[in-house]
């Protein structure tokens, strides 16, 4: 299982000194799954020097489409890398909303990070309306064609890093409502058929769930076919909740 700590705009060094040295105590949990925690820009480095000898994998929350140069506030692909990344978290909905990022931009950032051999999970999800006027899964699929555009331009043969896809529905992120399981096995049977056929493809993408995952109902989300692992947003702040969920994964 993929075991993602979002961070989001949250922890200082010292907060986030804790919580990793009590994750590392901890490590005989990792065996089996895969656990990554995306710290904000301000602490990559940080963090990486506190686990680059453990189990736990380092991402960032975003990065940019440029190079390098003038584009002020903006960090590259190469920069997180150079901090110890070998993840990337692209399009969260925080990011679609406040930001203003399009699928379009995705893409184009996908087109950087995949190829610098960054294991790259793009985050989709339908919002409240969406669900209730039934349109979710046009909506899913139009992001799912933008953000993953250049497709086709990806080398899956010789990377050996993943693409991933992210299923948050808008309305379970931070909300404490959780997709119900027969909606996240619909939604992520999709996802999975969908990629095969509109891009010819037999590769396998994982596919994970996000939105109020928690100690609580983590274990019967691990259940649930089709499930490769979650992303974390609240819960993974919170060191007891978060190697709860690590174990309810294994
Ligand atoms: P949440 O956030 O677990 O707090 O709902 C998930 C996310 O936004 O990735």
């Known amino acids: 299982m993929i075991i993602a700590a979002n961070w989001k705009m949250n922890c200082l060094k010292k907060e986030s000194t804790i919580l990793v040295n009590e994750l590392i105590k901890a490590e005989n949990l990792f065996k089996t ?3 990554i925690i995306f710290p904000s820009f301000s602490l990559l480095s940080h963090v990486y020097s506190k686990i680059h000898s453990s189990n ?7 990065c940019s489409f440029f190079d390098h140069g003038a584009f002020t506030g903006q960090v590259s692909v190469e920069m997180i890398i150079d901090a110890g990344c070998e993840y990337v978290i692209l399009g969260h909905s925080e990011r ?22 960054l294991n790259t999970i793009i985050c989709i999800g339908e919002n409240l309306q969406d669900r209730e006027d039934k349109t979710y899964l046009s909506v899913l699929k139009n992001q799912i064609k933008l953000s993953l555009s250049n497709f086709d331009k990806l080398d899956f043969n010789f990377s050996n890093n993943k693409l991933i896809i992210a299923y948050e529905p808008i309305w379970a992120i931070g909300t404490g409502k959780v997709a119900t399981e027969q909606n996240i096995n619909e939604v992520h049977g999709f996802i999975k058929s969908f990629i095969k056929d509109y891009f010819k493809t037999k590769i396998n993408i994982p596919v994970i769930y996000g939105g109020s995952v928690n100690e609580d109902n983590s274990k019967d989300i691990f259940k649930i076919d089709n499930v490769d692992g979650v992303l974390i ?5 919170k060191s007891r909740s978060f190697l709860k969920i690590i174990e309810n994964s294994t």
Do not use: M
């Open 96 to 117: 679609r909303i406040i930001c203003n990022e399009t699928s379009e931009d995705i893409s184009k950032k996908l087109l950087k990070s995949f190829p610098l051999g």
């Open 56 to 62: 736990i994998k380092l991402g960032a929350q975003d």
């Open 233 to 237: 947003g609240g819960a993974s702040l």
């Open 33 to 35: 799954s895969e656990v």
